[in-house]
């Protein structure tokens, strides 16, 4: 989830860089859900890749 807050943060920067106040619009917060979305889906196929894969074990 850290990841995706990071998502946003950098997305919705990168979306109103260089933009006046009056000039930001709706487009940086659509900027920053798809960059939520982005860096999160990124971040579980780095986690699917690096982690082992679970074992079965017997309880009894």
């Not at 990071?6 to 930001?24: H, K, R, Y």
């Not at 619009?25 to 900027?31: E, I, L, M, P, T």
Request: include cysteine; hydrophobic fraction near 55%; charged fraction near 10%.
């Amino acid at each position: 989830m850290g990841y995706g807050v990071i998502g946003v943060a950098l997305a919705t920067i990168l979306s109103t860089v260089g933009l006046s106040p009056d000039d930001v619009s709706d487009a940086s917060v659509g900027a920053g859900l798809l960059g939520f979305l982005g860096f999160f889906v990124a971040a579980i196929l780095a986690y699917i890749k690096v982690l082992p894969c679970g074992k079965m074990e017997s309880l009894g």
